[in-house]
């Protein structure tokens, strides 16, 4: 079955980096794209970041432009977040999710915690 | 503000249909299709619908339509399990990325 198992949430000061991992096993990984989402503390879902199924192309929201950027390697079968610059109103869960015809998102990662806070 | 307009909250008593609506413009739902995502007590969401698709083992009180601008999601026959928020979300042309609604509430009486 589909599984995306999420790692590498913590806490971290402003200004700080973090690196998200999200493995995922159960389907042909180099056939899709992924993303990930974020969802402050008593907020909404806010979409960050698209990589397409070959790396070629990725987007990344305006909130996170030039501070995170998405990659992945299909030899790991792993989706990375990289986030540098981090500032106090990035603390959120933070989703992996696999795409679906660029429209949808069929399956989502159990979600990991960062924390940015001095 | 969000880029996709959805209702706070809506309520029902078990067993009525109610319908959630998200509204957007041409740059995304008058272009793409949407998706419908399930989130109770801010666990891990889950997925609903596909534009008008149901995703394996969805029970079938789930429905999904569009119309122009303006996507809907319908919940016929409103079951105690089915309190949660439901967002929606789409791609859009014009800001090269991803847009998701504010959520609604989706409160059982």
């Known amino acids: 079955q589909v599984q995306l198992v999420q790692s590498g949430g913590g806490v971290v000061q402003p200004g700080g980096s973090l690196r998200l991992s999200c493995a995922v096993s159960?389907?042909?990984?180099?056939?899709?794209?992924m993303h990930w989402v974020r969802q402050a503390p008593g907020k909404g879902l806010e979409w960050v970041a698209i990589?397409?199924?070959?790396?070629?192309?990725?987007y990344h929201a305006d909130s996170v432009e030039g501070r995170f950027t998405i990659s992945r390697d299909d030899s790991k079968k792993t989706v990375y977040l990289q986030m540098n610059s981090l500032r106090v109103e990035d603390t959120a869960v933070y989703y992996c999710?696999?795409?679906?015809?660029?429209?949808?998102?069929?399956?989502w990662g159990q979600g990991a915690l960062v924390t940015v806070s001095s | 503000q969000s880029a996709l307009t959805q209702e706070a909250s809506v309520s029902g008593t078990v067993g009525q249909k109610v319908t959630l609506s998200c509204t957007g413009n041409?740059?995304?739902?008058?272009?793409?299709?949407v998706g419908w995502y399930q989130q109770i007590s801010h666990g891990i969401p889950k997925t609903v619908m596909f534009?008008?698709s149901l995703p394996s083992g969805i029970p079938d009180r789930f429905s999904g339509s569009k119309s122009g601008t303006t996507a809907s999601l319908t919940i016929s026959g409103l079951q105690p399990e089915d309190e949660a928020d439901y967002y929606c979300?789409?791609?859009?042309?014009?800001?090269?990325?991803?847009?998701f609604g504010g959520g609604t509430k989706v409160t059982v009486l």
């Open positions: 979300s789409t791609w859009d042309h014009s800001l090269s990325g991803w847009v």
């Open positions: 534009g008008n």
């Open positions: 990589i397409s199924h070959d790396g070629n192309t990725k």
């Open positions: 999710a696999r795409d679906k015809q660029w429209q949808f998102v069929d399956y």
């Open positions: 041409s740059n995304n739902i008058g272009t793409y299709a």
């Open positions: 159960g389907f042909t990984f180099n056939t899709f794209s």
